[in-house]
């Protein structure tokens, strides 16, 4: 950094932290990524500093800084929120009445009649006609 930038006004916190950041990158490896301890530095001055002009400085990544800042976590990639979520509600006992049909893979089959049977236990029932359950 510039001694003129130096002398535009930039925080004495921020200057701290850029040394840091300097000192850093002189000796780490390539490969080596930015330790947690140098984020969390960067993300106390970006609060007061403002995420886009620290990040500036600080060669960071403005978004990861920014998630930093807010407490914001990122989705993992590939996560999407599930497009069904079937939620069961108990009937009355003795309300209503259904017939339900299981053919398993392997040829088995099961036809019950329920009349306020509960659902945990056709749920089990199905499994075991299905092979996926012993």
């Given at each position: 950094?510039?001694?003129?930038l130096?002398q535009?006004?930039?925080?004495l916190?921020l200057?701290?932290v850029?040394?840091?950041?300097?000192?850093w990158r002189?000796?780490?490896h390539?490969?080596?990524?930015?330790?947690?301890?140098l984020?969390?530095?960067?993300?106390?001055?970006a609060?007061?500093q403002?995420v886009s002009r620290?990040a500036?400085?600080?060669?960071?990544?403005?978004?990861k800084?920014?998630?930093l800042v807010?407490?914001?976590?990122p989705e993992?990639?590939?996560?999407?929120?599930?497009a069904?979520v079937?939620l069961?509600a108990?009937?009355?006992?003795?309300s209503g009445e259904c017939t339900?049909?299981?053919?398993?893979p392997h040829g088995?089959?099961?036809?019950v009649?329920l009349?306020?049977?509960?659902?945990?236990?056709?749920?089990?029932?199905?499994r075991?006609?299905?092979?996926?359950?012993?």
């Amino acid at each position: 950094m510039t001694t003129s930038l130096w002398q535009s006004g930039i925080p004495l916190e921020l200057r701290a932290v850029y040394r840091q950041f300097e000192q850093w990158r002189r000796i780490r490896h390539p490969s080596d990524r930015i330790p947690d301890r140098l984020w969390a530095a960067a993300a106390t001055v970006a609060r007061t500093q403002g995420v886009s002009r620290t990040a500036r400085l600080l060669h960071l990544e403005s978004q990861k800084l920014k998630r930093l800042v807010t407490g914001a976590r990122p989705e993992p990639q590939g996560s999407t929120a599930p497009a069904f979520v079937e939620l069961l509600a108990p009937s009355p006992a003795g309300s209503g009445e259904c017939t339900v049909e299981v053919e398993g893979p392997h040829g088995g089959r099961l036809r019950v009649q329920l009349r306020g049977a509960p659902v945990p236990d056709l749920v089990a029932l199905s499994r075991v006609v299905c092979g996926t359950e012993a």
